[in-house]
Every structure is written in structure tokens, then in C-alpha cells.
């Protein structure tokens, strides 16, 4: 059975060596990014949604109606948009390069992993299928956006972020672009209205082939807006805005991916970027974030149980941190009309990267938002207690805490260093608040959580009075 473990596992393998704990470390971080974090805010932009991901792994879930069922369940929310999170996956041999991607993966009476190369039957059953399930979203006047991402189609646990590929160029007859982004494009554009607003990301969580090869993602965004305007017209493509997604740290996926400490991180980051910085084009980086419509990240913020609503950007300081070592900034690119999305945001109540262990109080839970429990939701696992609501429970007190902070960073005009402009719920296993994808509910209970769910509703429907979209 295809489960939410697989996704998360790899997200979670090296989270020590990605994330660790901010706390200590948001004072220093703020002072090195004050100088390119003043004045980004825009009066009156409103406040912004807590928004809904429809995370699919694989052929199962878009290919069945799960994909279908599970955006009826966003859509029964307050809410103007959804992100569609299509997960495939990509071999590779040893520490090879990139062999072919493809679309589902199953395990051989051998207990190994395999995952059968894109050919164009399987392109057209994955267009198809996405298709179906981005009408449901436009039949309920959403709009759209993506974050692909991509898993180890063998199941040897290593990172996306890590990974380095150029999307133009052919794996066994197919591309990244041709096998995932002009299958999600032309899906996408069978079926939206005129005024459907989309915002592509190319990929998300994948840091390495972004820095590694940023004239081909620069050359990627300008033909799939070249491919929308072809196939809708020009009031589409101006409808259609594209960008990249990355972790909020590692952003080379080659410097310190194994230092635990984030102190000792950040500490060491200097020296070891003198190594490898002469293997980056730091003008074709630039070019590219000032090319694309926005930039995404994956945003989970280590903190203290009574922490302050400043430090939800935690992990956008340390994105910040790196990014400046490219000639960039968040701010600076914000100014220049660039949107900054949370394109992964919430919390996960584990302790644990393999996803087995919950947290037992708020300090734990606070400290690991990237890790939760994986699988159906289980009465005795579930870190909220969620199954007991007259039982007095210190991490779903901490849950609450955590989304009041969130929506109140939200909410706020002009106050803080950055400003977000979207911002996506990881709708999966221990994080999925709103119980959206199928396994978050079972005959024992669910992640759903009804005191939260009218939280994000209230502010959502305030935040759309707006019209920002």
C-alpha cells in the first residue's frame, strides 16, 4: 500500500543535518540579515492565507480518486487557493548521475526498489490524471499552485536536495521538463478559466540542481510561459506566474549537509563556501531569481513552546543567511517585485526522523516541527491526542499556540523583516491539521483537527476579503 512514510521519510533522513534547533541561533542569524531586511513590507497588502497542499506520491494517488477527494475536502474549507504537491521520482545508480524519472515505483519480490523509466504511455496516463483532479480544483473557482517533487525512485533514502540534474537535458529518451512540467502545464492549461491564477513552481525542496544549473531553469521558466501562451493566449499566460522552490537551507547541497549543530553551521559556513564557490555562475543565479515571478521555501522554523510571532521567519533568517554567499537577498528581491512563498509550513508533533516517536510535551514538539508520525492515524501515537479532546494535552496546547502565532504573522501589515506572500500547510501524516490526505483519518480517529480548522478559517476568510489574488 502506497504510504505518506516513503515521502516524509526522505524529507526527514538528514533534518539534523538540514535544520537542527534555530533557537539559539535566530538572535545571531537577525543581525546578519538586518541589513538587507528593512523596509520589504508593503502598506496595506493585507493579510495572507494559510492555504491547503493536495500531495499526491506516485500513480495511486492522482490515478484513483484520492487526488479528486482530497481537493473536495480542501475545498470545504475557507480558502482561495491549493497547492498541488505531484511527487514522481528519479534512479540513479551509486552516486551516479540521474539515470530516467518516472512515475511510481513498487518493490520486486526481492525487497528491492524499482521504478520503470517514462515512456510516453505513462506521460499521457500522468497528464490525464492530473488533468481530472486540477478541474476539480477549477470547478471550485481556486486558484492553482504547484511544487513538484521528486523521491529516490529506489528507496535508498537520499535527498532531493542534494540532487543535481539539468531539467533540459534527456534521461532515456525524456527530460525532467518533458517527463513532469509540460505534462503539469498542458494539464493545467486544458482546463483553467481565464482568470484562474497558477503559480508554477518548477520544483520544490531541490536546492542543488537549482544552483547547480540556473541557466536552464532560467531558460525552463520562459518556455513554459511560452507553452501556457500557445496553447490559452496571452490573458492566460499573464495569469501564470512561474518560480523555484528550495529548502531553506543547504542551498548548494554541498557545503556542511552533515554538520548537526546549526550554530556550528553557520559558524563554518564562510570558510567552507571558499572551497566550492568557484563551481557556482553567481551572474546566471541572480539572473535566474530575477527571472522567475517568486521563490518558494520549505519553512519550518525551530522554536521555544512560548516563542514570539518575529520568529516565524526563523528559517527564513537562515535561507537568508546562505543566500547572500550567491549576491542575493530576500528583501532585495522582494523590492524588485518578487512574491516569497512558505511552500511547506506546520508543524509535526515527532521527534524523530524515522517518524515512530511523538513528542511528550510542548518544548519537544516546538523544537521539531520537521518531524511528526508517519501512517494512518493511530489512537496511541497521535502526539495531540486528538482521539481524548476532554484530556488536557500539552503538545495539541502547543499546536494551538504555534497556528495562533502563524496567523497572527500573517495577519500583521508591515511589521516584521519579510513578507510573505503564500503560504501552504504540509497536509500529510502528523502534520495534516485539516485531515485532508486519506491515511490522516482512520476508524480510530484523525489529524483533523476542528478548534485549529476555524482558526485558519476565520483568518482565511478575512484574509480574502482582500482579493489579493
Known amino acids: 500500500m502506497k504510504t505518506d512514510f516513503h515521502l516524509r521519510v526522505f524529507f526527514c533522513r538528514s533534518t539534523w543535518a538540514r535544520a537542527g534547533s534555530l533557537m539559539s541561533l535566530a538572535g545571531s542569524l537577525m543581525s546578519m540579515a538586518a541589513g538587507s531586511a528593512q523596509g520589504a513590507g508593503v502598506e496595506g497588502r493585507g493579510p495572507v492565507e494559510l492555504n491547503s497542499s493536495i500531495i499526491t506520491i506516485g500513480e495511486n494517488d492522482i490515478v484513483s480518486n484520492r487526488c479528486v477527494e482530497m481537493v473536495d475536502r480542501a ?88 540532487l543535481i540534474f539539468d531539467p533540459l537535458e534527456k534521461k532515456k529518451g525524456y527530460s525532467y521538463a518533458e517527463a513532469i512540467l509540460y505534462p503539469l502545464v498542458d494539464a493545467l492549461t486544458a482546463v483553467v478559466k481565464e482568470d484562474t491564477k497558477v503559480y508554477f513552481g518548477m520544483q520544490g525542496e531541490m536546492s542543488a540542481t537549482v544552483f547547480r544549473h540556473p541557466k536552464s531553469w532560467r531558460l525552463l ?120 512563498h512558505l511552500s511547506e509550513y506546520g508543524l509535526g508533533g515527532g521527534v524523530s526522523q524515522n517518524g515512530d516517536v511523538k513528542a511528550n510535551n510542548a518544548a519537544e514538539a516546538a523544537k521539531f516541527p520537521f518531524f511528526g508520525i508517519f501512517g494512518s492515524y493511530k489512537r496511541d501515537t497521535d502526539p495531540w491526542g486528538l482521539a481524548y479532546p476532554n484530556n488536557w494535552n500539552e503538545v495539541r496546547e502547543y499546536q494551538r499556540y504555534f497556528y495562533g502565532k502563524t496567523l497572527e504573522y500573517l495577519r500583521s501589515d508591515n511589521q516584521y523583516k519579510y513578507q510573505v506572500d503564500a503560504a501552504f500547510i504540509w497536509n500529510q501524516s502528523s502534520w495534516d491539521v485539516q485531515g485532508i490526505y486519506p491515511e490522516s483519518t482512520s476508524a480510530e480517529g484523525s489529524y483533523h483537527n476542528p478548534v485549529i480548522v476555524d482558526m485558519i478559517n476565520k483568518h482565511n476568510s478575512e484574509a480574502m476579503s482582500y482579493r489579493r489574488d
Open 221 to 340: 521558466a520562459a518556455q513554459l510561459k511560452d507553452r501556457v501562451g500557445q496553447a490559452r493566449g496571452e490573458q492566460v499566460r499573464r495569469n501564470f506566474q512561474v518560480g523555484v522552490s528550495t529548502n531553506f537551507n543547504k542551498l548548494c547541497g554541498c557545503v556542511g549537509v552533515d554538520i548537526i549543530d546549526p550554530q556550528e553551521f553557520v559558524r563554518n559556513y564562510p570558510v567552507l563556501w571558499e572551497k566550492v564557490k568557484g563551481e557556482f555562475d553567481l551572474k546566471e543565479i541572480v539572473a535566474l531569481f530575477e527571472t522567475v515571478d517568486y521563490f518558494g521555501m520549505s519553512s519550518y522554523p525551530s522554536l521555544n513552546p512560548n516563542f514570539p510571532t518575529s520568529e516565524v521567519e526563523n528559517a527564513i533568517y537562515q535561507f537568508d543567511f546562505e543566500f547572500k554567499y550567491f549576491g542575493l537577498s530576500v528583501n532585495d528581491l522582494i523590492k524588485k517585485g518578487k512574491k516569497l
Open 75 to 162: 475545498a470545504s474549507f475557507k480558502q482561495s487557493r491549493l497547492m498541488f504537491v505531484p511527487t514522481l521520482f528519479w534512479v540513479q545508480n551509486g552516486n551516479g548521475p540521474v539515470e530516467h524519472y518516472c512515475y511510481d515505483r513498487y518493490q520486486g519480490q526481492d525487497g528491492k526498489f524499482r521504478c520503470d523509466a517514462a515512456n510516453q504511455g505513462k506521460l499521457e496516463v500522468f497528464k490525464s490524471a492530473m488533468q481530472r483532479c486540477f478541474q476539480r480544483a477549477v470547478d471550485a473557482n481556486l486558484s492553482i499552485a504547484i511544487t513538484p517533487h521528486l523521491d529516490d525512485g529506489l528507496a535508498e533514502g537520499r535527498w532531493r536536495n542534494t
